[in-house]
Every structure is written in structure tokens, then in C-alpha cells.
């Protein structure tokens, strides 16, 4: 099974920008959906954005504009471009992947955490005022 590694996180001024990178290995990145969550002090793991097989993206309404998903399955990469921080994006960030198809995904499921079958342990982002 693939096992997923984030990296990227840290502490940023609100503004700036980060990029998050989820490397999978023992397994090939071409054959997930795959997406990022995150969790905030004290809340429910949230969806953040998604993108299919064939690069198809779906963003929460409260990124949208701001982050960009996008894969490299060359390099066996998602990432996740943060622009525009805010002091309300400060969460653990988690990278998933999942296997059912992209059909199942694009009716609604890529936001369900139940969805995705394998997860990493997560970047710590930290966004001050």
C-alpha cells in the first residue's frame, strides 16, 4: 500500500504564501484521487481541495481563489500552493489518497474523509496576524 510524507509546513505572517508537498512511496501516485485536509485547533479534519486522475480540481469554498492543487505523478507529488495566508488556514495539514474511481469522487465524495483510503501524518501550518 502507498504510504504518503507531507512536507512544506511552518509559520508564516498572514499574506504570505506556502507550498505543501505530499511524496508518495511503494506505490504509484497515477493510480489515487487524491486530497488535502486540515485541522484546526480544536475542530473537525476539514476538506481543503482535491483533484482527480486526470487533474480535474474541486476546492472548499473558503480557499478557493487562494490555493492551488495540482500532482506530478513524474515526480510521484501532489502539492498544494497557499497564497494569500490567513490566520484561519493555521491547521495540521493532511495529504490522502483514495482509491475508488473518479466518478464516485465527482458526485460529491471527494470532500468526505470516509472516501480516502490511506493518509500521512501531517504538516503543521501556522498562520500570525
Known amino acids: 500500500q502507498v504510504q504518503l510524507v507531507e512536507s512544506g509546513g511552518g509559520l508564516v505572517q498572514a499574506g504570505n504564501y506556502l507550498r505543501l508537498s505530499c511524496a508518495a512511496s511503494g506505490g504509484s501516485f497515477s493510480y489515487y484521487f487524491t486530497a488535502w485536509f486540515r485541522q484546526g485547533p480544536g475542530k473537525e479534519r476539514e476538506f481543503v481541495a482535491a483533484?482527480?486522475?486526470?487533474?480535474?480540481?474541486y476546492y472548499a469554498d473558503s480557499v478557493k481563489g487562494r490555493f492551488t492543487i495540482s500532482r506530478d505523478n513524474a515526480k510521484n507529488s501532489v502539492f498544494l500552493q497557499m497564497n494569500s495566508l490567513k490566520t484561519e488556514d493555521t491547521a495540521v495539514y493532511y495529504c490522502g489518497a483514495g482509491v475508488r474511481s473518479d466518478i464516485f469522487y465527482r458526485l460529491g465524495n471527494y470532500a468526505s474523509r470516509s472516501s480516502y483510503d490511506v493518509w500521512g501524518q501531517g504538516t503543521q501550518v501556522a498562520v500570525s496576524s
Open positions: 483533484i482527480s486522475r486526470s487533474g480535474v480540481t
